[in-house]
């Protein structure tokens, strides 16, 4: 795995290696990478703090960053959103349940404003096992009036390779990251959905229900 530059400082303290500082890249660009190279945590093995794609998202880890495209084409990196509340979640253009949360997107991303970044993951198409395409990306975000702003990013995961690790086999899956991108809760379906907005109404004193009528 790559690390990007600057990004991963560790923090070493009172005998006991703490979960790393993040540095916000430059915005608007993917960090430049670096060898598969790690900070030094005193007798700690990384996998005790960095979620891997084989052994899966564990909350308290913090995700491997990806390198993704956008609906315009643009290259997205996870860890250019710390400092904010993440949600990721993982669908497909043929899943229904996927397009009924999706639906409350807009709302929600309102309501919360510039705290929460919501990341649609597109894994296949129309078609179930089909793999998803950037005219699928397009679609999705068209369909649900998803450019708010960098703020509902709508990504091509052709195949489900990031989200593979995510928790269960159901779509849509999700993931709540903290502003210091380590997982706070997982898991799938609508309700996993309506958890985690209970979670942030809780967290940032907002109230989400009002989407729920939209």
């Not at 999705?140 to 269960?168: H, I, K, N, R």
């Amino acid at each position: 795995m790559n690390v990007p530059r600057g990004v991963l400082i560790a923090v070493l303290g009172a005998g006991c290696a703490e979960l790393p500082d993040l540095v916000t890249p430059e915005v608007g660009s993917c960090p430049d990478t670096i060898d598969n190279t790690w900070p030094a945590f005193e007798g700690i093995d990384r996998e005790d703090f960095f979620a891997d794609g084989e052994s899966g998202y564990e909350e308290g880890q913090i995700p491997p960053d990806f390198n993704m495209v956008d609906q315009d084409g643009n290259e997205v990196c996870l860890w250019q959103m710390v400092n904010h509340y993440v949600v990721l979640d993982t669908s497909a253009l043929w899943c229904r349940p996927c397009r009924e949360v999706a639906k409350h997107v807009p709302c929600v991303s309102e309501v919360y404003g510039d705290d929460v970044i919501y990341v649609t993951l597109i894994t296949q198409g129309a078609t179930q096992g089909l793999d998803s395409n950037l005219e699928d990306v397009q679609r999705w975000t068209e369909m649900f009036e998803l450019d708010q702003g960098g703020q509902t990013p709508v990504l091509l995961d052709s195949g489900g390779v990031y989200a593979e690790g995510f928790p269960g086999d159901a779509l849509p899956s999700f993931l709540l990251l903290g502003p210091d991108l380590r997982i706070l809760y997982g898991g799938e379906t609508k309700t996993a959905d309506r958890e985690i907005r209970n979670r942030l109404d809780d967290i940032l004193g907002k109230d989400s229900s009002v989407c729920d009528a939209e």
